[in-house]
């Protein structure tokens, strides 16, 4: 099985890391890419820390390269070194619905366009 024995990472995504759609070497096979992008967009349900990470990668799913795939690579040593980790819905007597929310200002280097994002939980677990 892929990334049982690798050494773990404390990040989902590398520091700084501004990933372009030109850049690196086009995959022969996507197929892999594009499989393992599909079902963390299923584990980020249940895995919020992962969700901007697996939203910034699937991006590129008709042409990803190499640094693509790295990242990729990165994200799945995350996961495996945080395996633990998961959503705990807390029962208390009354309820206590928040939200946060975050924009920053022409951000993405491909379109500069705005990157906002939220999170709103119930009793302190996030529910969205």
Not at 51 to 80: D, E, G, K, N, W
Not at 94 to 120: F, H, K
């Amino acid at each position: 099985m892929w990334f049982l024995d690798v050494k773990p990472t404390t990040t989902p995504l590398p520091l700084n890391c501004k990933l372009l759609a030109d850049e690196g070497l086009p995959l022969k096979d996507p197929t892999v890419y594009k499989t393992c992008i599909g079902k963390l967009n299923f584990l980020s349900n249940t895995r919020p820390d992962i969700s901007f990470a697996v939203q910034t990668l699937s991006q590129f799913m008709q042409h990803p390269t190499s640094s693509h795939l790295a990242a990729l690579h990165h994200l799945l040593r995350y996961i495996s070194g945080t395996s633990g980790q998961g959503i705990l819905l807390k029962g208390l007597d009354q309820l206590q619905l928040t939200a946060y929310s975050n924009s920053n200002w022409a951000s993405c280097p491909m379109s500069r366009r705005s990157m906002t994002g939220y999170v709103v939980p119930l009793n302190h677990s996030p529910i969205s």
